[in-house]
């Protein structure tokens, strides 16, 4: 059985840093593209980061690019999402994905394994 858990979201102030982690089981984590997902009440779960099971390549949504970085240990199948100058409109519910693919795909329906989720609330 596969499990995705998240940890590590919180209240935190615009400016200030988190980093979100997924500890995965049940799954080969070394052969998964990885990705980091959030959502708002009422819109649609948007994509944040990727990364490739040898972490060789990433990707990130513009709105986060230079102040995200996404990154994974295979020893401890986890996969990380530090969050830097964070602003109020990062507010959301912070996902991670799973999915058995070379490449990094940006749309929620390409992911096989999702995790509860993790709040992260960024005050002005």
């Known amino acids: 059985q596969v499990q995705l858990v998240e940890s590590g979201g919180g209240l935190v102030q615009a400016g200030d840093s988190l980093r979100l982690s997924c500890a995965a089981s049940?799954?080969?984590?070394?052969?998964?593209?990885m990705g980091w997902f959030r959502q708002v009440p009422g819109k649609e779960r948007e994509f944040v980061a990727g990364?490739?099971?040898?972490?060789?390549?990433?990707r990130y949504a513009d709105s986060v690019k230079g102040r995200f970085t996404i990154s994974r240990d295979n020893v401890k199948n986890t996969v990380y999402l530090q969050m830097n100058s964070l602003k109020p409109e990062d507010t959301a519910v912070y996902y991670c994905?799973?999915?058995?693919?070379?490449?990094?795909?940006?749309?929620?329906?390409?992911?096989?394994?999702w995790g509860q989720g993790t709040q992260v609330t960024v005050s002005s």
């Open positions: 990364i490739t099971w040898s972490g060789g390549t990433t």
């Open positions: 049940g799954l080969t984590f070394s052969s998964y593209v």
């Open positions: 994905a799973a999915v058995p693919l070379r490449l990094i795909s940006t749309t929620s329906q390409s992911y096989k394994h």
